[in-house]
């Protein structure tokens, strides 16, 4: 199974790009990563997904290098309503079932 | 499109009672998994059902049970209700069981147990 690493927590400033990286060393030839945003007491939503190189969509963007070992999501000029719990999964076969979702990475955005 | 919906929201239960927490996915979706996240930590995997059978358990008792009806929606039933089953109970659900399918997941039902 894939082990994820995450940092516990970042702060940044409004309006600045926000970058979160995950590591996943261990990750498998058909594994996925996921990212999703939490906020308190809601039920996680999802973020985006990509299995190599770069994915975007309206809300975020997804960077995994060559090796796929790390993933890097980056929020773009982030705001107040930031604020959140970001998880990184790494699933393959198997699916959902053998994910651990972590502690994810508290996202403190300061006016 | 509605999403996920749960209930109820909220629920207050004692040591020892039985709870039944519910789920409907999102329209179209054949596949329904629950999780339970405590405070402080990330969702954990308890059941995965797909076309009305269990494809998948997570490491919790069989106190944990659940089903899914022949409209895709589930029950999750926690019987001898301890302290430590207090948290946020998460139901997800996605289109199919392949392995890159995203899961959606609905607001979740907060049990507190006393």
């Known amino acids: 199974l894939a082990k994820t690493t995450q940092p516990i927590s970042m702060d940044s400033y409004e309006g600045q790009e926000v970058n979160i990286t995950c590591s996943h060393n261990n990750i498998a030839t058909n594994d996925y990563i996921t990212w999703y945003q939490q906020f308190p007491s809601q039920g996680p939503r999802f973020i985006i997904q990509?299995?190599?190189t770069k994915v975007t969509n309206e809300v975020a963007s997804l960077f995994i290098p060559a090796d796929r070992k790390s993933s890097t999501l980056s929020l773009p000029r982030v705001s107040l309503s930031d604020t959140a719990v970001y998880y990184c999964l790494v699933r393959g076969s198997g699916g959902y079932q053998k994910v651990t979702f972590g502690t994810g990475t508290k996202l403190q955005v300061i006016p | 499109d509605a999403g996920v919906t749960q209930s109820p929201t909220h629920l207050i239960k004692t040591r020892g009672q039985h709870v039944t927490l519910r789920c409907s996915p999102i329209?179209?979706?054949?596949?329904v998994s629950w999780y339970q996240q405590v405070l402080g930590q990330g969702p954990q995997f308890i059941f995965q059902?797909?076309?009305?059978?269990?494809?998948g358990r997570g490491n919790f008792p069989d106190r944990f049970s659940a089903r899914q009806f022949p409209n895709y929606s589930s029950e999750l039933n926690v019987n001898a209700l301890l302290l430590g089953d207090s948290a946020l109970y998460l139901c997800?659900?996605?289109?199919?069981?392949?392995?890159?399918?995203?899961?959606?997941f609905g607001p979740g039902t907060r049990l507190l147990v006393l």
């Open positions: 329209s179209g979706h054949k596949s």
């Open positions: 059902y797909y076309e009305k059978e269990e494809r």
């Open positions: 990509g299995y190599k």
């Open positions: 997800a659900s996605s289109l199919r069981l392949a392995d890159q399918e995203t899961q959606y």
